[in-house]
């Protein structure tokens, strides 16, 4: 069983800075790409960073420029650093990770974390 765990959320002020954390546990063979989605009410989920374990990145047009994402293989740990916050990026921020478990690879999802940004 694979497991996601994501931490760091919490409430900012608008042009604030949060850090968010991912780690992937269980049986894993290994990571391929990890990465962030969120989700607001009312909204389809849509894509804010991926990161291949080759070093590619593939940001959602919004964030570009104001968020970072970045890994430690050896942790199966992604992050998020997020800069320049603003009201509409309040959501549910949930961690994606593709792992490869048992010969077979397939897609997890963590449980979210909360990000919320005032005006």
């Known amino acids: 069983q694979v497991r996601l765990v994501e931490s760091g959320g919490g409430l900012v002020q608008a042009g604030g800075s949060l850090r968010l954390s991912c780690a992937a546990s269980?049986?894993?063979?290994?990571?391929?790409?990890m990465g962030w989605y969120r989700q607001s009410p009312g909204k389809q989920r849509e894509l804010v960073a991926l990161?291949?374990?080759?070093?590619?990145?593939n940001y959602g047009d919004s964030v570009k420029g104001r968020f970072t994402i970045s890994r430690e293989n050896d942790k199966k740990t992604v992050y998020l650093q997020m800069n320049s916050l603003k009201p509409e990026d309040t959501a549910v921020y949930l961690c994606?990770?593709?792992?490869?478990?048992?010969?077979?690879?397939?897609?997890?999802w963590g449980q979210g974390t909360q990000v919320t940004v005032s005006s």
């Open positions: 269980g049986s894993i063979f290994s990571v391929n790409t």
């Open positions: 990161l291949t374990n080759g070093g590619s990145t």
């Open positions: 994606y990770a593709e792992v490869v478990s048992w010969g077979r690879a397939r897609g997890y």
